[in-house]
């Protein structure tokens, strides 16, 4: 197919999404910012949030020097908690080593900590106008259907063909709507689920479609198990407060508030909570369980509510690791998801009425 940018740009012009936030600049922070939060992400989740990012930190400069608690707070619920550590860092790479200026080029942008070939290439297309392949969810999804291109995308040497395909099919200019347009064909036209073939500029070409092949193309991921595991995790209150631990940087909700986990095998959960945190607890009750999938495993979450008396001793205070967090500021706090479902679920006035 010779003019397959060409169809897709012109299809761009007149039925592609022009009103975007992130569109209309060529800002590259602005650019990248758009770019990370739309990664796993839907565009109408990403909006708010993009508006209050922007709102907070205007510009590299001012991202850089933010503590990055107030990075994760920003991002708190947009899951994927990597993409803001990432982001945080790779501002104050660009302070430190690129003397505060965005990177001029997509391998520059590259080597920033968080940004794949792919995403370096948007950003390096839309603002500098750099010739080069996008390769994402939605890019590999439309090449394998209309191009028929067999075997899980995620496999190494599917994904070389793909890469050769999608730089075999860059036009000559123009490639930051064309970039463009293929985004926004694979999220408004180009679906997983139920793509809307009558309206797409590719529906005589499309092997999928030809085929009759829609649901085959792209071939899934071969099936394996997703692990389980569950845990209790302790809801303690003392007065309006939850007492909340920050979680080491690497691993699920790294660098964020969530509550203490109770190790497996204890039995008695305030006796547990005397010997860890010195504090005197009234017995534990079991909240409503909670489940959680993260990408690689599912999570069984059981709290378990304990009221730290008036009178245990202020064991456990702030000390960065631990804090006790007050309840009217759990709207502004970065917690997950889901410890921010269990706590907004007792945030009932009789449970913290003691
Ligand atoms: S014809 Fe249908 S399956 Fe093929 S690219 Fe267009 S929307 Fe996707």
Redesign the pocket.
Known sequence: MNDFAERLIAWQRSHGRHDLPWQGGHDPYRIWLSEIMLQQTQVDTVIPYYARFLARFPDVASLAAAPVEDVMALWSGLGYYARARNLHRAARDIVDTHGGCFPGSAAEIAALPGIGRSTAAAIAAFAYGERAAILDGNVK??LC??FGVEGFPGDKAVENRLWALAESLLPASETGRYIQAQMD?GAT???RGK???????????????RENR?GE?PTPRPKKAVPRRSARYAVILRRDAVLLERRPPAGIWGGLLALPEIPAGIDDAGAWARTHFGLECAEASPLAPLTHTFTHFVLDMQPVLLRAGAASPPAAADDGALCWLPLPALGEAALPAPVRKILDVLAAPDLFAQ
């Not at 073939?197 to 999928?208: Q, T």
Request: proline residues 8%.
């Open positions: 999804r439309v259907r209309i064909l036209l180009c679906t793509p809307a073939c009558g309206r797409c500029p590719f529906a005589d070409d499309c092997v999928a479609r829609i193309l």
